[in-house]
């Protein structure tokens, strides 16, 4: 079965400092993947995936994610990080016709 | 997303009770699923329906039922509502065409559910 690992359940980072949220996978055959984010009281939100091609994925907000097949993962990726990036973060892949996603990583910018 | 809407947003009821939530959407998509979120667990898919006729059991469907009333409507059922049924449900919807499992998920905003 497909299935994602986020191993981080909270990473804190300063406004304006570079950001990872990390994603590992494990899946048959070419992986898609994908990035969600979650506001406070909100529904998940897309932010990016990768089906296949270029292994830096650019997606909404200034997020960007580096597929690395060799390490088998998807880290989420912002260069500088704005306190509105805090938020609850998904990896998901497909599996089968659904996804299966991971269990969420809280990151929280501070000022 | 403002396309996948849900209704009530928040719902305080009491166990042994009958509840339903509902979905709605004007992607124009044909799947629908519904997922139920707890702390530390992420999204657990509970059903999803790939068209009107079509509907599928998820991970969790036990003491769950749903309805696909139309392309755009999907409503989740609990027949008898108990106390770990205390979450927070969310309904999506994906497009389908192109690389299967290539298409992202919409999800409507979330209803909050107790069951106390």
């Known amino acids: 079965a497909q299935s994602v690992a986020q191993p981080e359940d909270q990473v804190n980072v300063a406004e304006g400092n570079p950001l990872t949220v990390k994603c590992t996978y494990s899946?048959?055959?070419?992986?898609?993947l994908f990035w969600y984010v979650q506001y406070p009281n909100r529904g998940l939100q897309f932010l990016l995936k990768?089906?296949?091609?270029?292994?830096l994925v650019k997606g909404s907000y200034g997020f960007e994610a580096e597929f690395n097949k060799s390490q088998t993962s998807f880290h989420l990726k912002k260069p500088s990080a704005l306190v509105s990036d805090s938020a609850l973060y998904f990896c998901?892949?497909?599996?089968?016709?659904?996804?299966?996603f991971g269990p969420g990583t809280r990151l929280s910018v501070l000022p | 997303d403002a396309d996948v809407t849900q209704t009530p947003r928040n719902r305080i009821t009491k166990t042994g009770k009958r509840i339903m939530l509902e979905c709605s959407q004007t992607?124009?998509?044909?799947?629908m699923y519904w997922y139920r979120q707890d702390p530390g667990l992420g999204l657990r898919l509970i059903y999803y329906?790939?068209?009107?006729?079509?509907?599928n059991k998820g991970e969790i469907s036990d003491g769950y039922s749903v309805s696909r009333q139309a392309q755009a409507k999907f409503s989740l059922s609990l027949e008898s509502a108990i106390p770990n049924q205390t979450a927070l449900y969310f309904c999506?919807?994906?497009?389908?065409?192109?690389?299967?499992?290539?298409?992202?998920?919409?999800f409507g905003p979330g209803t909050r559910l107790t069951v106390l």
């Open positions: 999506a919807t994906s497009d389908f065409g192109g690389l299967a499992g290539a298409n992202e998920q919409f």
């Open positions: 899946v048959s055959g070419n992986p898609y």
């Open positions: 990768y089906i296949t091609g270029d292994n």
């Open positions: 998901a892949v497909p599996n089968g016709q659904n996804f299966v």
């Open positions: 992607k124009g998509h044909d799947r």
């Open positions: 329906s790939f068209d009107v006729k079509d509907i």
